[in-house]
C-alpha cells in the first residue's frame, strides 16, 4: 500500500488543476522553483519573469500597452481605490500584482518590543490577506516597505516572518517576500536565521543599481530576489548646489541611466533575480514633482517609458517623447550655483530635438524650495505651488524668459518640452534669489 502514498498528493493536484480550470476567477499558484541552480518564478505552471512597475494612483492600463505583466503596491487600500479595485483594474489588462501590506515602521515611532501592538497588526494583517487572496490578478505579497530604512530593532524582522507564516497558513497559492533599502551583511545574516517564511528577498536601490549584483554577493545573500524600486538616481545620490539642495537630471539622462542600469544590472542575473518593479509609473512629488514619475501629471508619457518599453519588448514606440539636450539658465548649467537678483528677468535656454520630427513645444514654470516640506523614505510631500513670474516661451529659439521673484530663497525654473502626442520631456535649474 506504501508504494501508492504517491498518488495522493498526485491526485490533490490534479483535482487542484481541474478546479482552476472550473473557476478563472479562483486564486493562481505562484511559486518560486529551484531548478538547475537558477530561480524561477512559476504561476500557473509556467515559468513568469516579472516585467513590472510600481503603479499606485497611476494608469495600469498603458504598463500593458507598454509591454509590461505586472505592478506592484505599497499597501492594500491606498485611500482612493480598494484592494479590489486594484486587483480588478489588473485582471481587466491581463497583468498581475505585488500587493503591498503596511507594516508600521520603527521611524514612524512604532515600538516592536509591545507585544499586543505587534500582534493588532498581525491580526489587521491577516484579516486583508483573507479578504484578497483568492483573486486571479495576484501575483505575491510584499510584507511592509524597507523596514530597514533607519531602524534600530531586528525584532521587525521576527513580526515579518509571523506575518508569513500566516499568509503560508491561509494562502497556500502565493508567496511572501519583504522590500529592503539597499541590501547588508548584517540584515542578511539576521533574516535568514529568522525569516524563513520569506520565499524572496526584494531589494531597492537607485543609482547605486548598477552595482546591485555586487552587493547581493557582498551580503552573502544565495536566494532569489527582486528588484522592487529601481529607476532615477536618488536625490541623495546626486550634487547638490551651495544651498543643499539636490541638482535633479533631465529626463534623457534618466532615460539613459535606466538603460543601461537595466541591462548591466537589474537584468543581467537571470539565475537569481527573479523580476523587477521601475519606480515609478505616475506623478510624484518627492523633492520635485518630476524627479521619479515615468509620467507627468497630465499623462504625459516620458522618454524613461520609452526605454522600458525597449526593455520589455525589444521595440521602441512608434512614435517616441522627446529628448532634452541640455538647459542653461542665464548661460549657466545646473551645477554653478545659479544666483539670481530679484525682480530682474532671467532666461533660460532649453536645447532639444524629436527624432520623429514633432514639432517642438515648451511649457515652464517657477517653484521654490522649501526643505521644510521634504520628508523621508519616499513618505508623502506636499508639493508648493508655482510663483507668477510673468513666463514668456519662445518655441522657436527655446528660450524661456521670466520675472525673478521678489521674495529671496531658492527656486526652480522648471522646462517642459512637448511633441503633440502625448509625450514630453522635462528638465529643472535650482537658482538662489539674491536681494
Known amino acids: 500500500m506504501k508504494k501508492f502514498l504517491w498518488l495522493i ?7 487542484l488543476c481541474v478546479s482552476c480550470k472550473k473557476n478563472p476567477n479562483g486564486p493562481v499558484k505562484v511559486e518560486v522553483r529551484h531548478i538547475d541552480n537558477k530561480y524561477v518564478l512559476y504561476r500557473a505552471g509556467e515559468p ?41 483594474t489588473a485582471k481587466k489588462y ?29 491580526e489587521r494583517i491577516k484579516a486583508e490577506v483573507m479578504k484578497y487572496k483568492d483573486h486571479p490578478a495576484l501575483l505575491a505579497w510584499g510584507i511592509g516597505n524597507e523596514l530597514n530604512l533607519r531602524y534600530t530593532h531586528k525584532k521587525v524582522w521576527d ?14 497559492y502565493h508567496p511572501t517576500t519583504t522590500m529592503l533599502a539597499g541590501i547588508g551583511k548584517d540584515e542578511v545574516d539576521y533574516i535568514r536565521e529568522h525569516c524563513k517564511d520569506i520565499d524572496f528577498l ?58 543601461e542600469r537595466y541591462t548591466k544590472a537589474i537584468n543581467a542575473n ?35 517609458m520609452d526605454v522600458m518599453q525597449y526593455n520589455w519588448t525589444g521595440k521602441w514606440p512608434v512614435n517616441r517623447a522627446p529628448r532634452l539636450d541640455s538647459i542653461l539658465l542665464d548661460s549657466k548649467t545646473r551645477y ?23 514639432t517642438l513645444t515648451i511649457t515652464s514654470e517657477i517653484i521654490p524650495d522649501q526643505p521644510e516640506l521634504f520628508k523621508d523614505g519616499g513618505d508623502k510631500e506636499q508639493q508648493p505651488g508655482p510663483v507668477d513670474a510673468q513666463i514668456k516661451i519662445d518655441n522657436a529659439t527655446g528660450k524661456v524668459a521670466f520675472k525673478v521673484p521678489e521674495k529671496s530663497g531658492p527656486y526652480r525654473v ?22
Open 336 to 358: 554653478q550655483n545659479v544666483h539670481l537678483k530679484a525682480g530682474k528677468e532671467a532666461v533660460v535656454q532649453v536645447f532639444s530635438h524629436d527624432v520623429d520630427k514633432d
Open 159 to 172: 513580526a515579518v516572518n509571523d506575518i508569513a507564516r500566516m499568509i503560508h497558513e491561509v494562502d497556500p
Open 414 to 435: 522648471f522646462v517642459y518640452v512637448h511633441d503633440g502626442h502625448n509625450h514630453a520631456a522635462t528638465a529643472n535649474v535650482p537658482f538662489f534669489v539674491d536681494k
Open 94 to 122: 491581463g497583468l498581475t500584482v505585488l500587493m503591498g501590506l503596511e507594516v508600521a515602521r520603527e521611524r514612524h515611532g512604532f515600538d516592536y518590543n509591545n507585544a499586543d501592538s505587534v500582534k493588532q497588526q498581525l
Open 9 to 15: 498528493p498526485l491526485a490533490a493536484a490534479i483535482m
Open 270 to 304: 537571470p539565475s537569481r533575480c527573479i523580476g523587477n518593479y521601475v519606480f515609478l509609473w505616475e506623478q510624484k512629488q518627492e523633492r520635485t514633482p518630476t524627479w521619479y514619475g515615468l509620467v507627468l501629471a497630465d499623462g504625459e508619457g516620458t522618454e524613461m
Open 48 to 88: 513568469y519573469t516579472v516585467k513590472g512597475a510600481g503603479c499606485e494612483f497611476g494608469n495600469p492600463a498603458t504598463i500593458a500597452e507598454r509591454g509590461g505583466n505586472s505592478m506592484r503596491t505599497w499597501r492594500v487600500d491606498n485611500g482612493k481605490e480598494t484592494g479590489q479595485q486594484v486587483l480588478d
Open 202 to 259: 526584494s531589494i531597492q536601490m537607485y543609482g547605486d543599481a548598477i552595482n546591485i549584483i555586487q552587493r547581493v554577493k557582498d551580503a552573502g545573500w544565495d536566494g532569489p530576489y527582486m528588484v522592487t524600486e529601481w529607476g532615477a538616481t536618488g536625490h541623495w545620490e546626486v550634487p547638490a548646489t551651495a544651498w543643499g539642495i539636490p541638482i535633479e537630471q533631465t529626463s534623457s539622462e534618466k532615460a539613459d541611466a535606466i538603460m
